[in-house]
Every structure is written in C-alpha cells, then in structure tokens.
C-alpha cells in the first residue's frame, strides 16, 4: 500500500493509515451503539478494582496479599477473558473487512492484549510475594489500566465502528 506521498507502507503503517483513516471521520460512540463489546462493564468493574487498590497499603501484609490476589484474579477474569473473546469473535470478523496487503488491522490491539496479560501475570505474582509490595502493586496497576482505557477507545472508536450497519 501507498502512503499520500507515493511511499511504500510497512504492514504495521498499513495497519495505522487505516485505523487512522477511520478515526478521522469517527466520532465517539454513543451509548446504546449496534455492538455491545462489554466495554462499559469492565470499565467499571476495573473502576472497582481500582478503589480497592487505593487502600491496600493500608491493609496487614496478611489481609494486603488476599487482596492483591483477589484483585489480579479478578483482572484475569474480566480483562483477560474479554481479550480472548475479542481475539475469538470479533477480530476475525473486523479483519475481513479490512484486509490490507495481508496485514490484520487487529494486530496492534493483539500485542496490546498480550502486554495486558504480561501486567495481570505481573500482579499475580507480586501478591504471591514474600512481602507483598503494596506500590509496585499500585503502580503495575495503574500502567495496566491506563493501557486498557487507552486500547478500549482505539477499539471503540475505530474498529468496532467498523462492524456497525450502514
């Protein structure tokens, strides 16, 4: 694929140019939109899972590691399992659509679910801990979820536009 100017695109630009060309004409999705992708639902139950994070330090290294754990197992239930529901019925389906030069336009959100699940393995792992770090908790937590907010809007805004009618 060409770019503007006549240059030859990488898969990876031929996968940017055209998520960015949807983007360009997509405004925000409104509430109650024809694909319901679940994305408000894990938006607040990782809003919960934040409030609880908040106050870990506050907890006994005990009570701080329970917690630490029910938390990581709550992310892998909802964040991890939405990615695999995304990656089984709607990439699929998104990437039929867009075919460019072989390139899946779900690509780049597929290494965004694996960063994903390196985070909540991550934090998995620290509430195994001897001494349960309560900051590098919060602050693996907090990448994870600025990453995820990130990705969800890419993902609303661009490429579940795409499997709207019309």
Same mark, same amino acid.
């Given at each position: 694929?060409?770019?503007?100017?006549?240059?030859?695109?990488?898969?990876?630009?031929?996968?940017?140019?055209?998520?960015?060309?949807?983007?360009?004409? *997509?405004?925000?999705?409104?509430?109650?939109?024809?694909?319901?992708?679940?994305?408000?639902?894990?938006? %607040?139950?990782?809003?919960?899972?934040?409030?609880?994070?908040?106050?870990?330090?506050?907890?006994?290294?005990?009570?701080?590691?329970?917690?630490?754990?029910?938390?990581?197992? *709550?992310?892998?239930?909802?964040?991890?399992?939405?990615?695999?529901?995304?990656?089984?019925?709607?990439?699929?389906?998104?990437?039929?659509?867009?075919?460019?030069?072989?390139?899946?336009?779900?690509?780049?959100?597929?290494?965004?679910?694996?960063?994903? *699940?390196?985070?909540?393995?991550?934090?998995?792992?620290? *509430?195994?801990?001897?001494?349960?770090?309560?900051?590098?908790?919060?602050?693996?937590?907090? %990448?994870?979820?600025?990453? =995820?907010?990130?990705? =969800?809007?890419?993902?609303?805004?661009? =490429?579940?536009?795409?499997?709207?009618?019309?």
């Amino acid at each position: 694929m060409l770019d503007a100017k006549g240059h030859w695109l990488t898969t990876a630009g031929c996968s940017v140019m055209a998520a960015l060309a949807v983007m360009a004409t *997509a405004p925000p999705r409104k509430p109650g939109a024809a694909v319901d992708t679940g994305h408000a639902e894990l938006r %607040r139950r990782v809003e919960d899972l934040a409030a609880r994070v908040r106050v870990i330090a506050e907890l006994s290294a005990g009570e701080r590691r329970g917690e630490m754990a029910a938390i990581a197992e *709550a992310l892998d239930e909802t964040v991890r399992t939405q990615n695999e529901w995304e990656e089984r019925v709607l990439y699929p389906t998104i990437d039929a659509r867009t075919a460019c030069s072989g390139v899946a336009l779900s690509a780049l959100m597929q290494i965004e679910h694996a960063r994903m *699940a390196q985070s909540i393995d991550a934090l998995a792992e620290l *509430a195994l801990g001897s001494s349960p770090d309560a900051l590098r908790f919060a602050v693996t937590f907090e %990448r994870l979820v600025g990453l =995820l907010l990130g990705h =969800l809007e890419v993902e609303d805004r661009v =490429l579940f536009r795409l499997l709207e009618p019309g």
